[in-house]
């Protein structure tokens, strides 16, 4: 039995992909390439390059597989993007939960661990965040991920179909071994950003807004380290495959750290001095997202290995210094 990754060629997927295969799990993945890379994902895994709003090709693969369950990341990810777009991330997002789902009645398909969002909440009225705060997005991103996890809610009362949504916080870092890691085109998270100024690829930073009511008036985050996000989902998979109802689960390290205070902390990790400036904030942002994150350790069992961020930093910094122009620089492995 194959557990099916959709969008194993992105930045979180391709690093689930790779636990999966080192616990022994039979892997097919299914991406469309268009923000993936096809270097990314281990080559123990069988790929299939297609789009899940492709009924047909999405029918093709689950003829060929015979899958235990889908961990699904296919979806855009931009919140700046979203706030330009919106119809994209209706479109891809939730209409392609849609497709998924009609896919999975019908080869009888009952399980699947889906990446929600901490975006899925908007501006919070109490930090940190529990599951059951009101789910009210402030950009189409969050919006498009909540509509997908409300889908997903009447598709297990009315077919059977059982979820876990895994509300992310901030991930960031990279396989410490530097193979794989975080490369988007154009590149709009902090972390990665930082990492190219300090690497001499950006002037640089922009902090987008200093007059938040936070401590230092930047956002406030909340990041978790790639490798612990992944094993999540597998665990949340075997949560799934013991027989649980559906549920949620916030997955955050429980503290906040703003943009400022990341940049101190990518400046000690890379010694570099990483010039930065203010600039107005970005639409769509809410202030501070931090994350209640003792359900998913108390019920799945989830431990995350990173509790430092310049650990998390460190690892990104790694891949960074061994893939200077990310996956351009590796070439396929097919
Ligand atoms: N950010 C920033 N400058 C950048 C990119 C991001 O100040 O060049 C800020 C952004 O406004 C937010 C935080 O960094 O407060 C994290 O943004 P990111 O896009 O990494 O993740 P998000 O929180 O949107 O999922």
């Not at 991406?31 to 709003?53: P, S």
Request: charged fraction near 25%; glycine fraction near 8%.
């Amino acid at each position: 039995m194959a557990v099916l990754v959709l969008g194993g060629a992105g930045y979180i997927g391709s690093h689930a992909v790779d636990r999966l295969i080192q616990k022994g799990y039979d892997v097919a993945v299914v991406d469309n390439l268009v923000t993936g890379h096809r270097a990314a994902v281990n080559n123990k895994a069988r790929f299939y390059e297609g789009d899940i709003r492709d009924a047909a090709f999405l029918n093709s693969v689950f003829e060929q597989e015979k899958v235990e369950g889908v961990i699904h990341f296919a979806a855009f990810s931009i919140v700046p993007e979203s706030m330009k777009d919106p119809l994209k991330y209706f479109d891809n997002n939730t209409a392609g939960m849609v497709k998924l789902l009609e896919a999975m009645a019908r080869y009888n398909v009952k399980k699947i661990v889906f990446s929600s969002t901490a975006a899925t909440y908007g501006e919070p009225k109490e930090v940190p965040i529990r599951e059951t705060a009101p789910q009210v997005p402030t950009n189409p991103y969050g919006e498009s991920k909540l509509a997908m996890e409300k889908i997903m809610h009447w598709s297990d009362i009315a077919y059977g179909i059982k979820f876990v949504a895994l509300r992310y916080f901030n991930v960031a870092g990279a396989k410490p071994d530097g193979s794989i890691g975080e490369d988007h085109h154009p590149e709009t998270h902090l972390v990665p950003i930082i990492l190219q100024v300090a690497a001499g690829e950006r002037e640089q930073l922009q902090i987008f807004g200093n007059d938040y009511p936070t401590p230092d008036g930047t956002n406030v985050r909340d990041y978790v380290h790639v490798i612990d996000l992944a094993d999540a989902h597998i665990l949340a998979l075997e949560y799934l495959k013991q027989g649980h109802e559906s549920n949620a689960f916030n997955l955050g390290s429980s503290t906040g750290f703003s943009n400022k205070q990341i940049l101190d902390a990518a400046r000690s990790v890379t010694e570099r001095p990483i010039p930065a400036v203010n600039a107005p904030r970005r639409a769509g942002d809410p202030s501070t997202l931090i994350a209640a994150s003792d359900k998913a350790r108390s019920i799945l069992g989830w431990k995350p290995q990173y509790d430092d961020v310049k650990e998390i930093i460190k690892t990104a910094w790694n891949w960074k210094k061994n893939a200077p122009a990310g996956y351009d620089d590796r070439g396929g492995n097919e």
